[in-house]
């Protein structure tokens, strides 16, 4: 790599020898012992009230209902002795409030005109509702904003689980409801697959657009909850994004400052696909104001306002790459290798960063000691499975492996299909 590539990236924070995974892994554990137990902590460690000591039940079906996004999924799920999930009357709406504003009133039964093709399948609704909730004890969530430019502001205080139960008892059908979000639905999926293969415990990872991970507590572990039996376990939503220790260079902080939401989930604009091209962006503009790229195309892309992050790994898997915005830029070879090598720092960077947050996470499990019954992660997102640039997943995994298997903690990574959806069922099937 070019020299004056090279103490750039030293100088900015992106080096790949001078990174401290020990130290990173000690802040994550501080972070979530803190965050358990109430105390100050950039990791709120949110309980689900949801458990995976219970098994879960063979050929007995649980309604789901799937909000994500500007999507809406319904169906009905049942799992056959081996764990595999059927999935039958599945429909896909679009959500409401996605392309209008809705009233509370109509959004609810919108909802509850949704189940009704389904409402006679099951007693229980697996509801895996992805947008930032307070979970309750009792299993319902309160919606505390939305995301996703969903435009309904009524529904924001409400318990989303009881407006949907309290409209379909209205039409004569009294049902139970269960409210997850998406990283907690993703490590009950894990549980579907250890219905076939003994795991020890589980933890949910997702790496898309966003970031997060969940995992299994001791009760005995979450001092900020009293009256919990000292025996059992509970989910808790990491909200892993807002990791506060991870350490920053000044172009992250220049980054954040031109995102919708400065200060905030530091760490998920580090590695998850909704800023890595944007934080790419960062760097190649200061890495061109230095004089690294020609004056021509370091002037054109200082231009830019925004680079998409499927654009930044497509030309730094392929520096010739004949579609996207760098194929329009009179580009030297020189041009190519420093963009293919800045890009690839932030990506590498991001994998290192990704590992160690998995690793804190299946560290804090406890589980894996013994290689018959290894943790089971189950992994969801575009970013971990898509990105193609400096091998992204296997450099990620690598990483994993280089802190774990010294530690001698056996762990293995899954990917269930439509894990939101067979996340709740298992919620909606166990709770």
């Not at 649980?62 to 999930?85: E, H, K, M, S, Y």
């Not at 039958?88 to 809705?102: D, E, L, N, Q």
């Not at 998920?268 to 061109?288: D, F, N, P, Q």
């Amino acid at each position: 790599m070019n020299t004056r590539i090279d103490d750039f990236l030293r100088t900015n924070g992106f080096d790949e020898h001078t990174r401290d995974s020990g130290r990173l892994l000690a802040g994550f554990a501080a972070e979530m012992a803190a965050g358990l137990a109430g105390e100050p902590s950039s990791l709120p460690m949110i309980p689900a009230y949801l458990s995976v000591d219970r098994p879960v039940p063979a050929d007995k079906p649980v309604i789901v209902l799937d909000a994500g996004g500007t999507n809406l999924r319904v169906g009905v799920v049942q799992f056959d002795a081996a764990g595999t999930p059927h999935i039958s009357r599945f429909s896909r709406h679009k959500m409401p409030g996605a392309t209008a504003p809705i009233s509370a009133d109509d959004f609810f039964n919108t909802l509850a005109d949704l189940l009704m093709p389904v409402v006679d399948a099951a007693e229980t609704i697996g509801f895996c509702f992805s947008y930032p909730a307070e979970i309750t004890p009792d299993g319902d969530g309160r919606l505390l904003r939305w995301s996703k430019q969903i435009q309904a502001p009524e529904v924001e205080g409400r318990m989303v689980g009881a407006e949907v139960v309290q409209r379909l008892a209205a039409r004569g059908h009294k049902r139970r409801i269960t409210v997850l979000n998406d990283t907690v639905a993703a490590l009950l999926a894990g549980k579907s697959a250890g219905m076939a293969r003994r795991y020890s415990t589980y933890a949910g990872y997702i790496l898309g657009t966003g970031t997060n991970t969940a995992y299994v507590a001791p009760n005995s572990a979450i001092g900020k909850l009293k009256g919990l039996d000292p025996n059992g376990h509970m989910i808790i939503n990491i909200e892993s994004g807002g990791f506060g220790l991870a350490p920053r260079s000044r172009l992250d902080e220049i980054f954040d400052a031109t995102t919708l939401d400065p200060g905030t989930y530091a760490f998920e604009k580090m590695i998850s696909g909704g800023y890595l091209g944007g934080l790419g962006l960062t760097v190649i503009k200061a890495a061109a104001s230095e004089g690294i790229l020609s004056e021509a195309v370091g002037a054109a892309i200082q231009g830019w306002c925004t680079l998409e992050n499927k654009d930044l790994d497509d030309f730094c898997d392929n520096p010739f790459i004949a579609t996207g915005p760098f194929a329009a830029l009179p580009l030297t070879d020189d041009d190519r290798r420093a963009i293919q090598a800045l890009g690839g720092a932030v990506y590498r960077r991001a994998a290192w960063l990704a590992a160690v947050n998995l690793a804190s996470v299946i560290l804090a499990g406890d589980g894996g000691h013994d290689p018959l019954y290894p943790v089971c992660v189950n992994v969801d997102g575009s970013t971990f499975y898509r990105t193609k640039s400096v091998e992204f997943r296997s450099r990620l995994e690598a990483h994993l492996r280089k802190i774990l298997e010294p530690r001698g903690v056996s762990y293995e990574l899954v990917g269930v299909e439509d894990a939101p959806v067979i996340g709740a069922a298992v919620a909606g099937l166990t709770r």
